[in-house]
């Protein structure tokens, strides 16, 4: 009876709810849109009425079926200060369209803690609303002063991508790990190319930020020269070559610009790399490491932060201290070397994968938002 009336229960919040209004800043091919994008399919096929606000041009969140798209002006340019110019005027044009909205039934999803206006507004007006946080908030950069401050009064309620990125919350009131998930279409296109016997390569995928570990990725190539290296960033082909002049880049390590798909680079990747400065950039979760591990590529990454809870030391890959070199060199030449304990990291890593499933993901989040 109990068990009925719970249910009862929860299907009466869930019909309260006439809309849910997704915020993220800006939409392009990076983590976090690309896990909100799972999170608003998931939860538009179970009847919920979707808005989604975020920038315009191409990214995870464009051409979602079933939902209202409404733009901002925000976008990203060359020019630091234009660009903080067009958050501060789209957050303000959203304060104030949330601020004097109707309340009943809307739910405000808050993706990353950039939409501080949004935030103010619906703690003002006392909307529902709740943040999805992806990002470390403890970054040194002058406007996370006020992405922090504003969180730390603003907060109710946050769902959080690792338990790492949980414990660095400021004056959370009502918080819960969810971990990220992979879109089905992705499992499925991975199912195409497992057991592929043509993995030679060693990948890493990354922003061109020295704290990234970009630059220690070209020293190891140079350092390992009878393996061949793939360096995907996160920027226009004319800034990777003037990076791979900077560098000096061997012949064994290609870089390529951003990429719309990653299949082909992990269907030819034997090992994964993430070398991120722990004192400079700690991980929160590590979106690449996870594609990578439904492919069966085990991954050696930094010792800290939520690749820790991806990787498990000596199981289905390696947890170590980027700066140390000697140590990542000898850790890839074990994996690379001894094809039976490759096997077994790898085996290790696909099984690893499959905790972190789409259906478990938007139960979590659905029940979290039913609450």
């Not at 200060?81 to 005027?89: D, F, M, R």
């Not at 039934?105 to 939409?115: A, D, E, K, M, S």
């Not at 000596?314 to 304990?341: Q, R, T, W």
């Amino acid at each position: 009876m109990d068990s009925i009336t719970a249910t009862s229960a929860k299907t009466n919040v869930k019909q309260n709810i006439s809309r849910i209004v997704f915020i993220h800043s800006l939409n392009n091919f990076t983590g976090s849109p690309n896990v909100l994008s799972v999170v608003i399919k998931g939860l538009a096929a179970r009847g919920y009425n979707v808005d989604l606000i975020t920038s315009r041009g191409e990214g995870f969140l464009s051409n979602i079926k079933g939902i209202n798209y409404n733009y901002t002006c925000y976008r990203w340019l060359e020019n630091k200060w234009k660009t903080a110019g067009l958050l501060l005027l789209s957050q303000m044009k959203l304060f104030f369209t949330i601020l004097f909205s109707r309340n009943r039934g809307v739910v405000y999803y808050l993706n990353t803690i950039t939409p501080f206006a949004a935030a103010w507004a619906c703690r003002l007006s006392n909307k529902n609303f709740f943040y999805h946080v992806h990002e470390n908030m403890q970054q040194k950069k002058p406007v996370y002063v006020l992405f922090r401050w504003t969180y730390k009064h603003c907060n109710r309620k946050s769902i959080f991508v690792s338990h790492y990125l949980k414990t660095t919350a400021l004056n959370c009131i009502d918080g819960i790990v969810v971990y990220n998930a992979l879109d089905t279409d992705f499992i499925k296109k991975t199912r195409e190319y497992i057991g592929n016997d043509e993995k030679q390569n060693i990948l890493m995928v990354a922003s061109l930020r020295r704290f990234k570990g970009v630059y220690e990725f070209v020293e190891i190539a140079k350092k390992m020269p009878q393996y061949n290296f793939e360096l995907v960033l996160s920027e226009t082909k004319d800034v990777v070559a003037s990076f791979a002049i900077e560098t000096k880049r061997p012949d064994n390590l290609t870089v390529y610009s951003m990429q719309n798909d990653l299949h082909p680079f992990y269907r030819r990747a034997k090992l994964l790399l993430q070398l991120s400065h722990p004192e400079s950039w700690i991980e929160t979760f590590g979106l690449a490491i996870l594609e990578a591990m439904t492919y069966g590529i085990p991954a050696i990454v930094p010792n800290v932060g939520g690749p820790t809870e991806l990787i498990e030391e000596g199981v289905n890959g390696y947890l170590v201290n980027p700066h140390d070199m000697s140590d990542v060199i000898s850790k890839i030449a074990a994996l690379m070397k001894d094809e039976k304990k490759y096997q077994i990291f790898s085996s290790n890593a696909y099984k690893k994968s499959k905790q972190f499933n789409e259906e478990i993901m938007i139960n979590a989040i659905e029940g979290y938002l039913l609450k």
